[in-house]
Every structure is written in C-alpha cells, then in structure tokens.
C-alpha cells in the first residue's frame, strides 16, 4: 500500500483510503458512473488535466464542481462563448487611481481547480491562453510571469456534436489535456435515482481532503514503480502506432509519459506500488485517443480512433510477470 507519511494524522492513511473518500463523496452527486469519478480522479493525482467530452445534460459540469468541492481548495470556473478574451481567462492588470500604480487582478486561472466550461465556443486566441497555464504551471501578463499555486488541474467541458458557434480544439491544446473522458447516459437504477432527487434539496457536499493532502498524494502516486519491462511496453505501443497504416499521427513521448503517470496513479488507488500491464492497457485509450490523427483514407471508411489503438493493444505482446 502507498502511504502517505507527511499528512497531518495520527495514523498512516493510505492514498487507496483517501482516494474511496473522495471517490464516495462525489458519488453523492455522479450517481452510477463509478469508473468517470476513478479516470477524474486518477487525472487529478497523475497531475494531469481533463477534457470531458459529452452531450448535454449527462452531468460534465456536476463532474467538475463535484471534485472542486470534494477538495478544500480554491475553484474558478470560466463560462467560455465566442466573445470571451484572453484576459478574461488569466487576468488583467488595472491602474489605481489612488496608488497611480498598475494592479493585477488575476483571472479564474489562479484557483488550484479550474473549470472551463464549453472550452470549444472560446475563440482560438482565448484557447491558447490557457495553454502555458496548463504545461508550464504559470502565467504571463504585461511581461511578468506568476506561478499557479498547487496543485492545478483544469476540467474543460464540450459538446461534440455542437458545431454552431463552435473552435475545434487544435492538436497542440488537446496534448495539454492528460485524458478525454465521456460520462454516457445512466443506467436504470442510476436514472431512477436521479429522478427521485429532482425536485428535493440539493445534495450539498462538503470537502474530504485539503490541497496539502492532494498534493501529497499526487508525490506519492510520482513514487510507485514502473518496471523496465512495462517501460518498454509504453514505448513498443507508441512506436506501433506511428507505423499503423490507419493513423497519420501517432502516439507522441509526451503521451508515454502521461500514460505512465496515469498508470502510477490507477495503481496507487488500488493500493498497489507497482504498475501491472492492465493498468496501462486500461487507460491506454483515455489517455492516448485524443492525441491521435486518423489518416485520410481511414476517415473516409469510417475508421475510429479508438478501434485502431484497440488493435496496437492487441498486437503488441504484454510482458512476463516479473519482467
């Protein structure tokens, strides 16, 4: 089990008990989607960010506020259409009558959990100001750089069959995102259940763990061991990929190390310290799809994205135990 031994407690708590903590605490809200909460969440401790990609209505938003309020952190949330502005996202500085200085009021950028809301209606310009605040933890304005506190995840939210008023998502802004994940519709226990909290008092939750406690978690999920077998296996299904005939973009060394890290962190909230091949073979398509372009004759057939990495999964060997 990975401990983590600097938390404020008077017993060891394990990341597996505090990750089920958080896990039940935003069930409250996510009724019967107990694998979303656990890819949201493995994002969050792997460090990464995550775009959720659904039709309207199935609970993206809910996602994202569920987590925030699970953490006692800070959350911003940005609505984004068409004429937001860049400044709008990061901040902007303004002068002081007063002083006769310029002041920086900080945008929704600076809050540790950060919800952007239909990221695809913001304009190209307002989508590539996020993109130094999700790589490099930091913001730029008017010349002078400022650290974005920890930890930091963006929870972006689109509707795929939107198009009216709609910025495709360039390539190099969905690499920033650590996974796509979609939350689908409920199911019938699920549904009824939803049904029957409609129209009562909202379920309100309350934090489970601290931003000192995320953090801590995410330095312990850093620490679980990957095999050099499991290693080279990364590696074997990204070089797959790039030789697929289907795919004119393959996986890139950025995306192994996302895999990697989200693999660490799956692992730690099954109270293991080491990565087993399933765990890298169940996030391989949430972390990698996004990341990948078909090639044009492939689209023309209907090909997916997700069948072709389907397809490197299965042909390339997973290692022996213990290798």
Known sequence: ??????????????????????RSNIEKVIKGKPEVIDRALVCLFAGGHLLVEDVPGVGKTSLAKAIARSIDCDFGRMQFT????????????????????????????????VLGDEINRASPKTQAALLEAMEERQVTVDGVTRPLGSPFMVVATQNPIEHEGTYP????????????ISIGYP??????EILDQHGVEPVEIEPVVDAATVVSMAKAARSVHVAPALKSYIIDLAERSRGHHALALGVSPRATVSLQSASRALAAS????????????????????????LAPDAQLRGTSIESVLSEVLTAVPIPAAGG
């Open 270 to 293: 099954r109270g293991r310290d080491h990565v087993l091949p399933d765990d890298i073979k169940e996030l391989a398509i949430s972390v990698l799809a996004h990341r990948l372009l």
């Open 1 to 22: 089990m990975t401990e983590i031994a600097d938390l404020p407690t008077t017993a060891p708590v394990t990341f597996e008990e505090h990750f089920a903590a958080i």
């Open 187 to 192: 199911a019938g226990a699920a549904a009824i």
């Open 82 to 113: 068409p004429d937001v502005l860049p400044t709008d996202v990061v901040g902007v500085s303004i002068w002081n009558r007063e002083t006769r200085v310029f002041e920086f009021q900080p945008g929704p950028v600076f809050s540790n959990i």
């Open 169 to 180: 998502l360039p390539e190099s802004q969905l690499d920033r995102f650590l996974m796509r």
